[in-house]
């Protein structure tokens, strides 16, 4: 259980994209408490902020909007990407710590799991 625990915080808290990878974190969240997992994904958004400056940044040194439209597709693309994950992380953060609050999904949804 507590191998669980560990990598579903590990897998929250980084820029991990892969949708498997991902997912499974998500679905172990009630494994590693709402809490803990809304501190997770906040240190997630710290990377995921880090990640969109630094492409921001070489998008705007290699020409940005005067790039032709196919290069320019290349950095939208995952900069696009970044802005609805750092949307969708921060949404998700506050509806888990809403959760923890209100007491529906407390610091672990395994309670019986010890």
Known sequence: MKALQAYTLVALSGSVRSG???ALALASIPAAGYRNSATALKRRLK???REL???QKVFEQKGGANLPVLVRALFERP???LEADLKYTAYLAKELETD???KRGGTSGFQFIK
């Open 20 to 22: 498997s990878a991902f």
């Open 47 to 49: 990377v995921l902020g």
């Open 53 to 55: 400056t630094e492409l």
């Open 79 to 81: 900069l696009k990407l």
């Open 100 to 102: 923890a609050r209100n």
